[in-house]
């Protein structure tokens, strides 16, 4: 790529047009003035909403808190219509973000990064693009998302089906008629949880290959009253500051009360009480130990088996349904719409591939080892090579040519979840080690952007032309990263927190389970600290 000649030359490049691109694009550009270019795979904004259109796709964090903060005449502005905000309304959403601020002018559709590589010699970065773009840069900022590349797993025969085949994550964006068909949907995590039920309505027959069984919780989604919503307007900073300083970027209290210290009547009513009112509640407003007390947690997993035995008719079937080899919420909580209902349909199948496993797919449909099913339709809700896939993906070489695949070969190193050492002047918005996926997504997003600007503006007024992590303030904070891993649940599931989910993938807990909080206090002290941890180089070069 350096003997390509440059393209563009700007301040910074900025790759993905989610939330996290958005939302810097606007800091950078508008707030700072400085050149940016922004490079989107899809062929318009939306990022994980742009991919994610299968029926049902909906986000489990409620409306009014998954919306982005620059800009208080926005938040005034916007009128969401449910509990849970569905794909085409975040979509929407972004879309009207995106026109109202102009967002689109300086950005790239339709066009991968596909190498970045750091000029030891220029202190600038060279971005390659599947166009042929070659765009030198100060800043790389990543917001590629925690779950943008999908994971289709190696089955034999796979690409032998006649019929066509879906991921969830690359949804047709006009749609997929299932009427009248046979349809075989592999996977029950949150995407199979939430497609699941709308998808049974449709199609003439749904066959659900399950490997794992899942616990979810009802969501209760529903609308939302004008009144409601003028409510939280009124009260909107003092929401969302509460929630920049929570565990999970909510504003909800989280319950102060051990599952272990009240009687059993009384913890059965809280879990009931739970139950009724819906979504993370269940987690957050029951108990605090839940996530790290094997015990505590032993009565959460419980009362959600026997609801799906009072939910699910047949008692084989709900048998099946109820998760025994990891305890709740050690894999990502799911909270749903009918899900355990639709397996009372009678145009519903519950096939159990964990007991007679896939043997392959033909062309005609699946076979398993007990058993072989004629599909119109496969829908593949296999997940993602999640947080580190898309990283790995990109040619991203630092110092002295060195791949940031590599580097992370053994899992992502990275200090604060923001940089990692040898890669001066790269960002990661919501990368490995930082809260991200544990939490309300933008309100995480919005910290990086607001703690990646702060750098920057500290960079161009102190003459500043690299800033890097050091090697052992990294390897401290991996250790610690892993280190509260370690005191919760999180280690006792295959979950794509660990890279479970992906054959050959270190098995390394990926997201920062200390909270939003905690983690935001870390960084501002790190920060007035006059950036701790980090090697800040002096101007020698012109940038
Ligand atoms: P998930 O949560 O990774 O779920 C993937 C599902 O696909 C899960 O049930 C897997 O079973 C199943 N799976 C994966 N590979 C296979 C193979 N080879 N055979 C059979 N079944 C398989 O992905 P989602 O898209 O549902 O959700 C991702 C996140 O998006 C979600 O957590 C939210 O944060 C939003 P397994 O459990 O591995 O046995």
């Known amino acids: 790529m350096s003997n390509t000649p440059i393209t563009e030359t700007v301040d910074a490049v900025v790759i993905g047009a989610g939330f996290s691109g958005l939302a810097m694009n606007r800091r950078l550009r508008d707030d700072m003035g400085m050149s940016v270019r922004v490079f989107e795979a899809g062929h318009d904004v939306g990022g994980t909403w742009y991919w994610n259109r299968y029926p049902g796709a909906r986000c489990d964090s409620e409306s009014f808190l998954y919306c982005l903060t620059f800009d208080k005449q926005l938040m005034q502005d916007w009128e969401w219509s449910g509990k849970y905000p569905e794909q085409p309304e975040i979509l929407r959403y972004l879309t009207h973000v995106a026109d109202r601020f102009d967002l689109r002018s300086n950005m790239t559709f339709n066009t991968r990064v596909t190498s970045a590589h750091f000029d030891e010699s220029t202190n600038r970065w060279l971005v390659g693009t599947d166009a042929g773009d070659s765009v030198s840069a100060k800043y790389l900022i990543t917001g590629v998302g925690c779950l943008s590349s999908t994971q289709k797993p190696n089955i034999k025969g796979r690409d032998s089906f006649a019929g066509p085949s ?5 949804w047709p964006h006009e749609g997929v008629d299932l009427t009248g068909k046979r349809v075989g ?4 995590g949150s995407s199979g949880v939430q497609s699941i039920p709308v998808m049974a309505k449709q199609a003439e027959h749904l066959y659900v290959f399950q490997r794992t069984p899942n616990y979810t919780v009802p969501a209760r989604h529903g609308t939302v009253t004008k009144a409601s919503l003028d409510e939280v307007k009124k009260n909107y900073d003092a929401i969302m500051e509460k929630s920049r300083w929570s565990t999970g970027g909510s504003h909800y209290d989280m319950s102060e009360i051990s599952a272990m210290s009240v009687s059993d009547e009384e913890r059965e009513a809280i879990y009931e009480r739970a139950w009724a009112e819906g979504g993370f509640k269940f987690l957050q407003d029951t108990f605090n130990d839940i996530a790290v007390n094997l015990d505590a947690n032993a009565t959460a997993s419980e009362f959600i088996r026997k609801k799906i035995r009072e939910i699910v008719k047949n008692p084989a079937v709900a048998d099946k349904l109820a998760p025994v080899d990891h305890p709740f919420a050690s894999k990502r909580p799911l909270i749903d719409t009918d899900y ?8 519903v199948t519950l096939v159990d591939i964990h007991a007679a ?7 005609t449909g699946i076979r398993t080892q007990d058993g072989t099913y004629d599909l119109d339709i496969i829908v593949f809700a296999t997940g993602f090579d999640a947080m580190t896939g898309t990283y790995n993906k990109m040619d991203i070489r630092g110092r002295n040519g060195l791949a940031l695949k590599d580097v ?3 899992g992502p190193l990275t200090y604060l979840g923001v940089t990692s050492a040898g890669f001066p002047n790269l960002f990661m918005i919501t990368g490995p080690g930082s809260p991200s996926v544990l939490s309300n997504m933008p309100v995480s997003i919005e910290q990086h952007v607001g703690w990646i600007s702060g750098v920057i503006e500290h960079m161009r007024s102190a003459g500043i032309s690299t800033f890097e992590a050091q090697e052992q303030a990294q390897t401290d904070w991996v250790a610690h990263v892993n280190d509260l891993a370690s005191q919760t649940l999180f280690m006792q599931a295959n979950s794509w927190y660990l890279g479970a989910n992906v054959p050959g993938k270190p098995r390394v807990f990926m997201p920062y389970v200390g909270g939003v909080g905690t983690y935001r206090q870390k960084c501002d002290e790190v920060a007035a600290a006059g950036y701790e941890g980090f090697t800040l180089g002096k101007e020698s070069v012109s940038a």
């Open 408 to 410: 992370w070969a053994a």
């Open 340 to 347: 355990f209902d639709t397996y009372n349909r009678d145009n």
């Open 357 to 363: 496993p896939i043997e392959e797919i033909t062309p």
């Open 166 to 170: 879906y991921h969830t994550g690359e």
């Open 185 to 188: 949907v592999i996977g029950t």
